[in-house]
C-alpha cells in the first residue's frame, strides 16, 4: 500500500459479545489510518419503538434529557439485550412520512418507587420528517 494509490483494506472488530463486524475501509494512507479506525466503535446496539408528539419534540429541541419507560418484563429484556451507550429510535406514528428521532443513550437507572426506568439522553443523533421550526411534522 503506497501514497497516492487508492486500496482498500478489510478491517475485523469485535462488537458487543464476541460478535465479529466486517468493515471495508478505502484509504489513500498507510496502516496508521487502519490501526486508528480499528480502536473505533464501528456501531451502535438500537432499540425502536413508538413516542407521543409532545414528548418527540421536547426531546428534538433539547428541553427533555430523560425518557421514561415502565419497569416490564418486555423492556428489562431489551435493555439485557443490548450495552451502553445504544441508539434509541423514537417513532410518532405508522403511516408515513412518520416524525421520528435518534438519540444516544448513556445511562439506565432504575426508580422503583415510581416503576419506571430512566433513559438518560447524552444527545440527539438525527431526526426525519420534523419542522424544528414550527415543531410539528414536515406535510
Known amino acids: 500500500m ?4 487508492l486500496s482498500s483494506l478489510v478491517v475485523s472488530t469485535h462488537v458487543n459479545e464476541g460478535k ?3 468493515r471495508i475501509i ?10 486508528t479506525v480499528m480502536n473505533m466503535r464501528v456501531g451502535y446496539d438500537r432499540i425502536t419503538t413508538t413516542i407521543e408528539r409532545e414528548w418527540l419534540s421536547q426531546i428534538i429541541a433539547g428541553t427533555k434529557k430523560i425518557e421514561y419507560r415502565q419497569i416490564k418484563p418486555y423492556w428489562t429484556k431489551q435493555f439485557e439485550r443490548v450495552s451502553l451507550p445504544f441508539e434509541l429510535c423514537l417513532r410518532n406514528g405508522m403511516t408515513p412520512p412518520v416524525p421520528e428521532v435518534t438519540v444516544l443513550i448513556h445511562r ?12 438518560h439522553i447524552k444527545k440527539v443523533l438525527g431526526f426525519k420528517h420534523w419542522d424544528r421550526r414550527r415543531q410539528q411534522p414536515k406535510r
Open 20 to 22: 465479529s463486524c466486517e
Open 108 to 119: 439506565i437507572t432504575k426508580d422503583r418507587r415510581a416503576g419506571e426506568y430512566q433513559l
Open 2 to 5: 503506497g501514497f497516492g494509490r
Open 26 to 35: 478505502q484509504q489513500r494512507h498507510d496502516v496508521e489510518f487502519a490501526s
